[in-house]
């Protein structure tokens, strides 16, 4: 199965942009790009996906190499209620394996 | 109004003892699955059902069984409880994103 590579944590300052990587140099051309977050004592929640193309939503925007062998979650303007574990995974056909995520600190 | 919906959310029991988890979804989604998620939070996928048939199957012990009687439930059903099975359970479901219910905390003593 793919794999994803995340950085243990990051820190950011309130209402700074985060960006966020993920490498998956072993990603399959029928491989989705998806991201996750998990709050405190919370189920993971859905962040963005895509495929190819860069994509933008009210959450967060997703730029993804041109080889796809990695990508970038982007908070704009990071706030408190950010800090979160945040998980890039590989979905194909309803297999999906979460890697260690990011630890994501939002300082005041 | 939740899409995902897990019974119960705590479980505390003694080992050897069986013990159940109930998973609902109302998105009318075609995959379930079920997932682990240890002290160290690594999230670990167990199983993943598609319109009532098993089709991923991790390496997990025998003793954990799940069953799903129609493609809205996916239910969990441990045997012989031990230690090591203490982690918070997530059931999810999916059509193209996937959507995790709120977890169950087990904690065997």
């Known amino acids: 199965d793919a794999k994803t590579t995340q950085p243990n944590s990051m820190e950011s300052n309130e209402e700074e942009p985060v960006h966020l990587p993920c490498n998956h140099s072993?990603?399959?051309?029928?491989?989705?790009i998806h991201w996750y977050r998990q709050l405190p004592s919370q189920g993971p929640e859905y962040v963005i996906h895509g495929l190819t193309s860069n994509v933008n939503n009210r959450m967060a925007s997703l730029a993804i190499a041109e080889d796809r062998k990695s990508s970038t979650l982007i908070l704009h303007r990071a706030t408190l209620r950010d800090a979160a574990v945040y998980y890039c995974i590989l979905l194909n056909a309803g297999k999906s394996t979460f890697g260690d995520g990011t630890t994501l600190t939002v300082k005041p | 109004d939740t899409a995902v919906s897990q019974t119960p959310k705590y479980l505390v029991t003694q080992m050897g003892n069986d013990k159940s988890i109930k998973c609902e979804q109302n998105?009318?989604?075609?995959?379930m699955y079920w997932y682990k998620q240890d002290s160290k939070k690594f999230l670990k996928i167990m199983f993943s059902?598609?319109?009532?048939?098993?089709?991923i199957n991790e390496t997990v012990p025998n003793r954990f069984s799940p069953k799903s009687p129609d493609k809205a439930h996916l239910n969990l059903h441990i045997n012989s409880l031990e230690l090591g099975d203490s982690a918070v359970y997530f059931c999810?479901?999916?059509?193209?994103?996937?959507?995790f219910g709120p977890g169950t905390r087990l904690t065997v003593l």
């Open positions: 999810a479901s999916s059509q193209d994103v996937v959507y």
């Open positions: 059902y598609n319109n009532k048939e098993l089709i």
């Open positions: 072993t990603i399959s051309g029928t491989d989705y």
């Open positions: 998105l009318g989604h075609d995959t």
